[in-house]
């Protein structure tokens, strides 16, 4: 079946750092979302991209949706303590059935 | 006003009972899911069901049902519950078509002891 694979797994950064994320597949998709997770809460959309090659930024965040429509990557300027948690990508399945595959998450730690 | 709201939030129970989990959304929206969070984090659909109908069904013991009564409501019970079943279920909404991806809960931890 369809697997979308973020990377890093986890990452520690130092807070005020930009921290880079993506998530890669072996299909294509139509519609990416980047989603966050805190602590005992559900994911949250952050940013829904629709086209290949879209760039929207959302405050700090930016996405883009790859070229191939296999990819998409999520960038945080200036991170804050408050952006610990762990990101999920999700991916539009093709097949007509209009459900989103995640992504396996980044987690992330934002040192003070 | 919670958007998609589940009960209880907390679930701890025995190996061999019967349990269920409510979902409500006040959304508008016309297709309900329910995912299932293992401890490694891996988002996992379920079931979906758009206006009460059921539109997926991925590979899920049957002892897993989920009823819809209505478009804004999705609930899953569980029968003769295993260790294994042990995750946090998030329950979701969107407009089918729309395209403008889910709205999740916050989430049942299930306990199987």
């Known amino acids: 079946g369809q697997q979308l694979n973020q990377s890093p797994q986890s990452m520690f950064i130092q807070e005020g750092e930009d921290v880079s994320m993506n998530c890669t597949s072996s299909?294509?998709?139509?519609?990416w979302l980047w989603y966050k997770q805190d602590p005992g809460e559900g994911p949250v959309l952050l940013i829904a991209?629709?086209?290949?090659?879209e760039l929207t930024s959302n405050g700090r965040l930016t996405a883009q949706f790859g070229i191939t429509r296999k990819d998409s990557f999520l960038n945080i300027s200036a991170s804050i303590p408050s952006d610990v948690g762990i990101y999920f990508c999700?991916?539009?399945?093709?097949?007509?059935?209009?459900?989103?595959?995640f992504g396996t998450g980044t987690r992330l730690k934002v040192l003070a | 006003d919670t958007a998609v709201s589940q009960t209880p939030k907390y679930l701890v129970t025995q190996m061999g009972n019967d349990k269920s989990i409510k979902c409500e959304q006040n959304?508008?929206?016309?297709?309900m899911y329910w995912y299932k969070q293992d401890s490694k984090k891996f988002l996992k659909i379920m079931f979906s069901?758009?206006?009460?109908?059921?539109?997926i069904n991925e590979t899920v013991p049957n002892r897993f049902s989920p009823k819809s009564p209505d478009k804004a409501h999705l609930n899953l019970h569980i029968n003769s519950l295993e260790l294994g079943d042990s995750a946090v279920y998030f329950c979701?909404?969107?407009?089918?078509?729309?395209?403008?991806?889910?709205?999740f809960g916050s989430g049942t931890r299930l306990t199987v002891v």
């Open positions: 999700a991916g539009r399945d093709t097949s007509g059935t209009y459900k989103y595959i």
């Open positions: 299909s294509i998709f139509n519609t």
């Open positions: 991209l629709y086209k290949a090659g």
């Open positions: 069901y758009n206006n009460k109908e059921l539109i």
């Open positions: 979701a909404s969107s407009q089918m078509t729309a395209g403008y991806g889910y709205t």
């Open positions: 959304l508008g929206h016309d297709t």
